[in-house]
C-alpha cells in the first residue's frame, strides 16, 4: 500500500509584553492561500530537517533572534486545516523581549498585535494561539518562564506588572513580594532605578539562568 502524501509544517506563537500587553507576532499572509489575511509565522519543515531546527530557523527569520526560549505546544492534524492538501502542523511557542521585526519571504508584512484581540487568523492558528495563550498562562504559575520577558535588570514592581499583564488580573503586592523574594529566584544587583517622583526602586536579576520547574507555585 503506497503510504498517503502528507507534508509537516511547524508554527510559531511568538510572545512579547509591550505597551502594556502581551503580544503575538502575525504575519500578513504574502502568497495564497488566504492571501492578505493575518497568520502566525511558520513554514514547511526541510529535508534532514528536525522540527526544532525548523522553528529556530523560522524564529530567526521572523525576528532575527536564535537564543530565546522555544518550546514545543501541540500537533495540529486536522484533514482539512491546509486547503494545499494534508498538512501535519507541529505548534511552538516561543517568549522574546520586544525586537524590531521583519517580514519573510512567504510575508507581506510583520506586525506585533494584543495576543486576546487578533484580526481574523488563516489556517487553524486562532486555535493554536489560543493553546499557546493557555500554556503560557499555567506555566507562569509553577515555573519561571515568565522571566524570560523580562530585561536583564528590573524592578520588582516590573516584575509584577508583567504577571498582571499576562495573567490579566491584579495581584495583591505585598503577597507577591514576599512570595517571589522566598523563592530565591532573584539576585539584587545594588543598583536603583529612578521612577518619577517616586523612590529609587532595587534593580534585580534573574539568579538561575534559564527556565526552571518550581515546588511551590509563584501565584
Request: overall charge positive.
Amino acid at each position: 500500500m503506497k503510504p498517503p502524501a502528507v507534508s509537516v509544517a511547524v508554527d510559531l506563537v511568538i510572545f512579547t509584553v509591550r505597551e502594556g500587553a502581551l503580544q503575538v507576532l502575525l504575519i500578513e499572509r504574502g502568497v495564497p492561500p488566504f492571501q492578505g489575511q493575518w497568520a502566525l509565522p511558520g513554514g514547511f519543515v526541510l529535508d534532514r530537517e528536525t522540527l526544532e531546527d525548523a522553528a529556530r530557523r523560522e524564529l530567526e527569520e521572523e525576528t532575527g533572534l536564535s537564543d530565546v526560549y522555544l518550546e514545543q505546544l501541540y500537533t495540529f492534524g486536522d484533514p482539512d486545516r491546509d486547503p494545499r492538501g494534508r498538512t501535519i502542523a507541529v505548534a511552538y511557542y516561543a517568549l522574546t523581549p520586544p525586537v524590531e521585526l521583519r517580514a519573510s519571504t512567504d510575508a507581506a508584512k510583520a506586525q506585533w498585535h494584543p495576543a486576546a484581540r487578533t484580526p481574523k487568523l488563516a489556517f487553524d492558528h486562532a486555535r493554536i494561539l489560543k493553546s499557546g495563550l493557555q500554556r503560557v498562562r499555567a506555566k507562569l504559575g509553577y515555573s519561571t518562564v515568565g522571566f524570560e520577558l523580562l530585561p536583564k535588570q528590573f524592578t520588582l514592581s516590573e516584575l509584577q506588572g508583567l504577571y498582571e499583564t499576562i495573567l490579566e488580573r491584579p495581584l495583591d503586592k505585598r503577597n507577591f513580594r514576599k512570595k517571589i523574594l522566598s523563592l530565591d529566584l532573584l539576585r539584587p544587583e545594588g543598583q536603583k532605578r529612578g521612577a518619577g517622583a517616586h523612590r529609587p526602586a532595587q534593580l534585580y536579576s534573574f539568579a538561575l539562568g534559564k527556565m526552571k520547574i518550581l515546588e511551590w507555585p509563584i501565584v
